[in-house]
Every structure is written in C-alpha cells, then in structure tokens.
T-cell receptor, first 109, second 114 residues
Framework: SQTIHQWPATLVQPVGSPLSLECTVE??????LYWYRQAAGRGLQLLFY??????ISSEVPQNLSASRPQDRQFILSSKKLLLSDSGFYLC????????FGPGTRLTVT | DQQVKQNSPSLSVQEGRISILNCDYT??????FLWYKKYPAEGPTFLIS?????DKNEDGRFTVFLNKSAKHLSLHIVPSQPGDSAVYFC?????????????FGKGTLLTVNP
C-alpha cells in the first residue's frame, strides 16, 4: 500500500531563516506530487505541483520554492522566511483523488 | 475569486441523525468533485468523490449528490456518529492535462453531539 511521509511535524523558525520541508511517498512510482498550505481559518491553497522529476509548477507567487530531486521525493524550501509563511503545510500525491501526508505546522516568529 | 464555496462554517447535529454539508462552485470547467475530512493537526483524509457524468455516489454512510445545473454538491452522512466530528472540505478539479489540480473550499466544521 502507498504511504506518504512528511517531516518535521512541527517547526518554529525566526524571520529571515531558511526552510526545508521534505515529503516522500512509498508504494507508487512516478506519482503526481503537490504542496498545499492551510493558513489559520482558511482552506487549502495549492502552492506547487510536480508531474515528474525536475518538473515543478508554481501556483502562487511567493517566498517559497519546490524541488523534486527523486521520483518520490518532494521538497519545499525558502531562503528567508517571512511571518506570513506561517501555516500548516501539506504534501499530497495522486491524480483524481489526492492523498495527504500528516502535515508540518510551521510557525515563523 | 473563490471558485469553491462552503457557505456554512459550522454545522451541529445529533448522533444518529443526518448531516448534510453543502458546497457550491462557479467554474463550469470543474468535472470531478471530492470530499475530505480533516481532524486538527492532521492531513485531510479522502472520503468520497463524484464525476460530473454522475449525480449520485454512495459509499457506506456517505453519499455525495451533484446538481450540475445549480453548480451544487452535497455530502450526506447517515447516521451521524460522534467520530464524524471534524472539518469537511469540498474540492473540485477541471479535466484535461496531467496536473489534476484541486481547488478547495474553506471547510465546514461538523459537530455530532452524543
């Protein structure tokens, strides 16, 4: 069966510091991968998606970037965090139905 | 512009009764619709989906109804159980391409009272 992992589960970072969140998927090959963010009191906003290694599409102009160095690995990064980057970050895989990881709670202070 | 709207931020029902969660959309290109359930501090869990070629899909206690002319879908939970208490998100995608991007509503908090 397929499983999706995200880490860390929680993160507190100062403004201006870098960020790296990692997501890996097991039990499937060449999955579509997605990064979403849920800000407080909001729905889920698609940030990036990838249909293959090295192929990244950005949905929202922002302070973040994504990379897919391996087939089942998806990384969300920032060089300098802003206060507005705080939120709950979710990685997902799938096509018509998407399956989400456990999420990372990021607090930028 | 919000393309998927869940106008009720919260809903409270008694255990054993029916829960009806509603969702409206504005983009006529959407052709696949999904419902997710989310507990605090966890990722959303896929519940049920429906293609635009259908008007009803049922899975156990969960049934999704789609009214394309009204651009409206609903999720029925019968009977409701306390463990169903969670935030429910409606999502939609447009066919074509290979990205399968989902657009989510803001969610409805369902509380099932024992």
């Amino acid at each position: 069966s397929q499983t999706i992992h995200q880490w860390p589960a929680t993160l507190v970072q100062p403004v201006g510091s870098p960020l790296s969140l990692e997501c890996t998927v097991e039990g499937t090959s060449n999955p579509n991968l997605y990064w979403y963010r849920q800000a407080a009191g909001r729905g889920l906003q698609l940030l990036f998606y990838s249909v293959g290694i090295g192929q990244i599409s950005s949905e929202v102009p922002q302070n973040l970037s994504a990379s897919r160095p391996q087939d089942r690995q998806f990384i969300l990064s920032s060089k300098k965090l802003l206060l507005s980057d705080s939120g709950f970050y979710l990685c997902a895989w799938g096509r018509n139905e998407q399956y989400f990881g456990p999420g990372t709670r990021l607090t930028v202070t | 512009d919000q393309q998927v709207k869940q106008n009720s931020p919260s809903l409270s029902v008694q255990e054993g009764r029916i829960s009806i969660l509603n969702c409206d959309y504005t983009n006529s290109m959407f052709d696949y619709f999904l419902w997710y359930k989310k507990y605090p501090a966890e990722g959303p869990t896929f519940l049920i989906s429906i293609s635009s070629i259908k008007d009803k899909n049922e899975d156990g206690r969960f049934t999704v109804f789609l009214n394309k002319s009204a651009k409206h879908l609903s999720l029925h939970i019968v009977p409701s159980q306390p463990g169903d208490s969670a935030v429910y998100f409606c999502a939609a995608s447009a066919g074509g391409g290979s990205n399968y991007k989902l657009t989510f509503g803001k969610g409805t908090l369902l509380t099932v009272n024992p």
